[in-house]
Every structure is written in structure tokens, then in C-alpha cells.
């Protein structure tokens, strides 16, 4: 739902090449893909993000995208995540 990770995560993944193929000169390339538990192939943005968990809150919406980043340093931690205004309205007044 998030995409496949950019050359930066990658490089920082132990186990990038069990999913990703490689070119010629090495490089990683194209995601391998793998069954589920059910048996399915899964592609990477295979469904938006928004039809999965609904588009009824964008708020939401947008703090579940921030909690899904890829890069560790750029993904939303914990502290923020608290300050998010989908949590925030959440709170009694």
C-alpha cells in the first residue's frame, strides 16, 4: 500500500536481497514476489491505502500514512504520533 522503499532504505535493509531482484551491475531492482499465507501474489500499491482503511477521516488517513514511512528517521514516532490531530481530536476536552 506504501510502495516499494527507495535505494536510501534499502541500503539500510540486511535482507533486501530476499525480496528484491538484481541487475547486472548488481544493483537491487524489481521486488521478487511472494505468496501470502493464502497463497496470493501481492504487488507493491496493488490498492491505495485510502480503500483499505477508508477515506471517511482524512486525518486519519494521514496518520496512518505517517506511521507507515519506510525510513525509520522520517516515519512518525511515538511523541509526534501523540501530538497527531487525529489523536488529539480523539481526546476529551
Known amino acids: ?5 527507495n535505494a536510501e532504505v534499502l541500503s539500510m ?3 533486501k536481497e530476499k525480496f ?3 541487475d547486472q551491475e548488481g544493483n537491487l531492482k524489481d521486488p521478487i514476489m511472494c505468496k501470502n499465507s493464502r497463497g ?14 477508508g477515506d471517511e477521516d ?3 488517513t494521514d496518520f496512518v500514512e505517517k ?6 528517521h522520517e ?14 481530536k480523539g481526546l476529551p476536552p
Open 1 to 5: 500500500m506504501v510502495g516499494i522503499p
Open 13 to 15: 535493509s540486511s535482507r
Open 20 to 22: 528484491f531482484t538484481k
Open 40 to 53: 496470493k501474489y501481492r504487488k507493491p500499491m496493488g490498492k491505495p491505502l485510502g480503500l483499505v482503511i
Open 58 to 60: 482524512p486525518d486519519f
Open 67 to 72: 506511521c507507515l514511512v519506510w525510513n525509520p
Open 75 to 88: 516515519r512518525l514516532s511515538p511523541d509526534d504520533a501523540l501530538k497527531h490531530v487525529w489523536i488529539l
